[in-house]
């Protein structure tokens, strides 16, 4: 049997192992999230579409691209550099048939679509942590052309 100390110390080197791989997380959802949430990460189809409808209506297609980062910097997202988008996003056609929730291509898109990405992330309790990305493209003038959201997560 294990000597208590020692999992308290093994809880808290994992938890620090995984804080150390990210982004400290903050205590609450960002307030653009507004009530949406996933409450099952294996099933967030519906809150990334939902979250996804919420990005579009506050920042319509033709808003400034420094706009949109500046509320995302002061709502406390970062730039995630290590957010792994796949190399090709998929047609909406064959993304309807795929039982993960792919990333979309924009319907105007090709399939080398390479968003920019910001992430936020919020701890849910001691061992759980919740995070949202918004991704987005812009046109030669830095004005959005697409911008989705969606939602991830973890337990250590």
Same mark, same amino acid.
């Given at each position: 049997?294990?000597?208590?100390?020692?999992?308290?110390?093994?809880?808290?080197?994992?938890?620090?192992?995984?804080?150390?791989?990210?982004?400290?997380?903050?205590?609450?959802?960002?307030?653009?999230?507004?009530?949406?949430?996933?409450?099952?990460? *294996?099933?967030? /189809?519906? +809150? &990334?579409?939902?979250? $996804?409808?919420?990005?579009?209506?506050? @920042?319509?297609?033709?808003?400034?691209?420094?706009?949109?980062?500046?509320?995302?910097?002061?709502?406390?997202?970062?730039?995630?550099?290590?957010?792994?988008?796949?190399?090709?996003?998929?047609?909406?056609?064959?993304?309807?048939?795929?039982?993960? *929730?792919?990333? /979309?291509? +924009? &319907?105007?898109?090709? $399939?080398?679509?390479?968003?920019?990405? @910001?992430?936020?992330?919020?701890?849910?309790?001691?061992?759980?942590?919740?995070?949202?990305?918004?991704?987005?493209?812009?046109?030669?003038?830095?004005?959005?052309?697409?911008?989705?959201?969606?939602?991830?997560?973890?337990?250590?």
């Amino acid at each position: 049997m294990f000597n208590r100390s020692i999992v308290v110390l093994l809880f808290s080197f994992a938890a620090w192992t995984c804080a150390a791989s990210r982004p400290i997380a903050h205590v609450t959802p960002p307030p653009l999230l507004g009530e949406i949430r996933c409450n099952d990460w *294996a099933a967030c /189809v519906e +809150p &990334d579409h939902e979250f $996804s409808l919420a990005l579009q209506r506050r @920042f319509p297609t033709g808003t400034s691209e420094s706009d949109l980062q500046a509320i995302l910097l002061r709502e406390g997202f970062s730039r995630a550099e290590s957010y792994k988008t796949p190399a090709h996003c998929m047609q909406p056609e064959r993304a309807a048939r795929v039982a993960e *929730a792919p990333l /979309v291509c +924009p &319907d105007d898109r090709n $399939s080398r679509w390479s968003p920019n990405v @910001f992430h936020y992330w919020w701890a849910k309790n001691a061992a759980c942590s919740d995070e949202i990305v918004v991704l987005w493209t812009t046109d030669s003038r830095g004005s959005l052309t697409h911008i989705e959201g969606r939602f991830d997560g973890g337990c250590i």
